[in-house]
């Protein structure tokens, strides 16, 4: 998650040296193009022209229904990461109710990222609902992450569960 956040301010902070308008048109990630002016799909990465065979036709339909699975999680990745990011912005501002409705929305279109959990969890602990930040704290451990987010959650139960005591 925190990668897109990063390669979407990267290409942000190009474009503004080359326009004023800080907000790009399009942005693409890993091939993976979406407009930022339009609620189109993200374009797929194009791939290598290959020849035609007469049974192409059979397998190409078959075949587009998981392109647009991948085009939908991409889209659902694009989001979240977009409601990490304004998220992250609300928490920083000390508007937590803010923040915990993005985290929330980020939460419902990639329910998997630890680091969302995170930082439900850190919103939950701001708004004094320590059981909730438990809850998420411990749902964050439970998923695959880059090590930092695992890290935090594991000290931010110990650190609940030395509370109660």
Same mark, same amino acid.
């Given at each position: 998650? #925190? #990668?897109i956040?990063?390669?979407?301010?990267k290409?942000?902070? $190009?474009? @503004?040296?080359? $326009? &004023?308008?800080?907000l790009?048109d399009?942005?693409?990630i890993?091939? %993976?193009?979406?407009?930022?002016?339009? @609620?189109?799909?993200? &374009?797929?990465?194009?791939?290598?022209?290959? *020849?035609?065979?007469?049974s192409?036709?059979?397998?190409?339909?078959?075949?587009?229904?998981?392109?647009?699975?991948c085009?939908?999680?991409?889209?659902?990745?694009?989001?979240?990461?977009?409601?990490?990011?304004?998220?992250?912005?609300?928490?920083?501002?000390?508007?937590?109710?803010?923040?915990l409705?993005?985290?929330?929305?980020?939460? +419902?279109?990639?329910?998997? #990222?630890? *680091?969302?959990?995170?930082?439900?969890?850190?919103?939950?602990?701001?708004?004094?609902?320590?059981?909730? *930040?438990?809850?998420?704290?411990?749902a964050?451990?439970?998923?695959?992450?880059?090590?930092? %987010?695992?890290?935090?959650? +594991?000290?931010?139960?110990?650190?609940l569960?030395?509370r109660?005591?």
């Amino acid at each position: 998650m #925190d #990668d897109i956040i990063a390669e979407v301010h990267k290409q942000q902070s $190009n474009k @503004k040296r080359r $326009n &004023t308008n800080p907000l790009p048109d399009v942005f693409c990630i890993g091939g %993976w193009c979406r407009g930022h002016a339009s @609620k189109q799909k993200p &374009t797929p990465p194009e791939s290598a022209p290959q *020849a035609k065979n007469p049974s192409d036709d059979e397998r190409s339909s078959s075949s587009r229904v998981p392109v647009d699975k991948c085009d939908d999680a991409m889209e659902m990745a694009l989001e979240a990461a977009h409601d990490v990011e304004v998220g992250d912005y609300s928490f920083a501002a000390n508007n937590y109710d803010g923040a915990l409705l993005r985290y929330k929305d980020a939460a +419902k279109e990639k329910p998997g #990222d630890a *680091a969302i959990h995170v930082r439900l969890g850190r919103v939950f602990e701001k708004l004094g609902q320590l059981p909730q *930040a438990m809850e998420q704290y411990q749902a964050a451990q439970e998923f695959a992450g880059p090590g930092k %987010w695992l890290e935090e959650a +594991k000290a931010a139960v110990v650190r609940l569960q030395n509370r109660r005591h």
